[in-house]
């Protein structure tokens, strides 16, 4: 499997593609990193350095890319956190000339906004972009409860109604949904849940709720769960092996007391999941 992937980059830490692309390979996916900024760190710090790569500089990288003759080979596009309106263009021009090469190949989209706690965290004009543009070219996407929300214009909190929800952005374009951070009024103490729907039903699971905030672990999650769903067309499988995987990548750092995420050292957690949570099926 050859996933083209279309994220930032950070030289100290783990998130977009310096969360993504290891994971993927520990795997077996070869991935083809693009980077759409090349910072030092992650932004939550405060401060940072580096550049913002210019949609033109990114277009000119998957060209070339293209001119090696390889788009015909890409299963998979992948994109997460888009730091500015035109970047999203460049995706999408990149997705059809993808499926133009290989008509089988799909588009994965994290739509990243923001969470029910931070709220959005992106330029205002992102989340139209997003709901209105992107989200509908994809195949795949992965939002939060809380994005999920804005781009159906609902308040997905039960889930009843984040399946409503589900239902409202599959009928938008894509056929798959990965719902994370469901957090529903009734469930038990101290858990927290993730759904995901796509034409043969739908089904959730449920973890622990760790104590910590980890940035890059959607990434994480986004590509994981795209690769084995790509790769076996079985969302219940994937779900659970992502759900395992993740969790045990969360846990580990947490137990290291690190703000990073301890992406090399859970690096067993990917290639040989534990399974340890059941998921059940909704429909």
Same mark, same amino acid.
């Given at each position: ?6 994220? !930032?980059?950070v030289?100290?830490?783990?998130v977009?593609?310096?969360a +993504?692309?290891f994971?993927l390979q520990?795997?077996g ?20 350095r580096?550049?913002l790569i ?16 390889? %788009? ?6 992948l994109?997460g956190y ?5 970047i999203g263009?460049?995706? =999408? ?13 799909i588009y +994965?989209?994290?739509p ?6 931070s ?5 205002p004009?992102?989340?139209?972009? =997003? ?18 929300? %804005? ?11 984040t399946?409503?929800?589900v239902?409202a ?8 949904v ?14 927290i849940?993730?759904?995901?729907a ?6 959730? *699971?449920?973890t ?5 905030? +980890?940035?890059?672990?959607g990434d ?5 769960f ?7 067309g079985?969302? +219940? ?6 759900? !395992? ?12 007391g690190?703000?990073e995420?301890q =992406? *090399?050292?859970s690096?067993e ?7 340890? %949570? ?6």
């Amino acid at each position: 499997m050859k996933i083209l992937s279309i994220q !930032s980059a950070v030289a100290y830490g783990h998130v977009g593609n310096s969360a +993504a692309v290891f994971p993927l390979q520990r795997i077996g996916v070869e991935v083809l990193p693009v980077y759409t900024v090349n910072f030092s760190n992650h932004t939550g710090y405060g401060a940072w350095r580096g550049p913002l790569i210019s949609p033109d500089d990114v277009r000119a990288v998957i060209t070339g890319i293209e001119e090696r003759g390889v %788009f015909g080979e890409i299963d998979v596009v992948l994109s997460g956190y888009q730091g500015g309106e035109g970047i999203g263009d460049v995706i =999408l021009d990149a997705v059809a000339r993808v499926k133009a090469a290989n008509p089988s190949a799909i588009y +994965a989209c994290d739509p990243v906004m923001g969470n029910a706690r931070s709220g959005c965290f992106v330029a205002p004009a992102i989340p139209v972009l =997003l709901r209105e543009r992107v989200v509908p070219a994809a195949d795949i996407i992965t939002p939060n409860q809380f994005e999920l929300g %804005f781009l159906t214009g609902t308040e997905p909190d039960t889930i009843d109604s984040t399946l409503v929800a589900v239902d409202a952005v599959r009928a938008t374009g894509p056929r798959t949904v990965l719902v994370t951070s469901v957090e529903r009024p009734d469930r038990e103490e101290g858990t927290i849940e993730m759904l995901v729907a796509d034409d043969a039903g739908a089904w959730i *699971v449920q973890t622990p709720q760790l104590p910590m905030k +980890a940035n890059g672990s959607g990434d994480v999650t986004a590509a994981l769960f795209t690769a084995h769903y790509r790769a076996t067309g079985d969302a +219940a499988s994937a779900l659970a092996r992502t759900t !395992s995987s993740v969790f045990d990548l969360l846990q580990t750092t947490l137990d290291a007391g690190s703000r990073e995420l301890q =992406l *090399v050292e859970s690096q067993e957690f990917y290639a040989h999941p534990r399974m340890q %949570f059941e998921v059940r099926q909704l429909r």
